[in-house]
């Protein structure tokens, strides 16, 4: 049982995102401090999985191969920095197609689970949308962090009217390592109702 692993978005959280969405190689830029942060807590020993939505390749927007390029391009430079990616999953359908791997359902995850063998409970998403921390809930996933970087501001707005706040709102993907790395030998929030500052 994979106990320690942490999801991640990528586009907002990982990367600069996008209004027109990141459909060539050339769009996709690291934000600063992402691969240090990446490195971070693979040497804390978080297994790390990137879960995206990618509709631009429904749409018909980025061929499959551009994305497999910038995946493979995130691994190397994650690699290159002396971390790990263990996985990418992604959702490629249109919002309209009603799948169930669409953040905010929890497909992706639940598929991430079966794969590694992930006990839920302990792991951790870091996300910059309402539709990541819903769909870490709905997966029971134990932590969910907020940062403010991609819609983050605006993710913690919406969740804060429905009632259903993130455990934890950092600035960006560096401090939400930062928070992860401080408090790695504590139980999962959600598991034990613990309040952290």
Not at 149 to 166: F, I, K, S, V, W
Not at 167 to 192: F, H, K, M, Y
Request: hydrophobic share 45%; with cysteine.
């Amino acid at each position: 049982m994979l106990a320690r692993a942490v999801f991640l978005d990528r586009d907002g959280v990982i990367n600069r995102d996008s209004a027109d969405y990141i459909t060539r190689f050339e769009q996709f830029e690291l934000y600063p401090g992402s691969l240090d942060a990446l490195r971070r807590l693979t040497a804390a020993g978080f297994a790390l999985i990137v879960v995206t939505n990618q509709s631009a390749v429904g749409r018909g927007w980025i061929p499959l191969d551009e994305l497999e390029r910038i995946h493979a391009h995130l691994r190397a430079s994650v690699a290159a920095a002396g971390g790990r990616i263990l996985d990418i999953l992604v959702c490629p359908h249109r919002p309209s197609e009603g799948c169930a791997c669409r953040k905010p359902r929890p497909g992706l995850l639940h598929a991430a689970g079966a794969a590694h063998g992930i006990d839920m409970g302990s792991a951790v998403m870091i996300g910059d949308s309402r539709r990541d921390i819903e769909s870490a809930r709905s997966a029971g996933v134990g932590t969910t962090i907020l940062v403010r970087t991609g819609n983050g501001e605006l993710a913690g707005r919406e969740l804060a009217e429905a009632g259903c706040p993130p455990d934890v709102t950092v600035e960006d993907l560096a401090a939400a390592a930062d928070w992860l790395v401080a408090n790695r030998s504590r139980p999962a929030i959600g598991s034990s109702g613990e309040v952290r500052p």
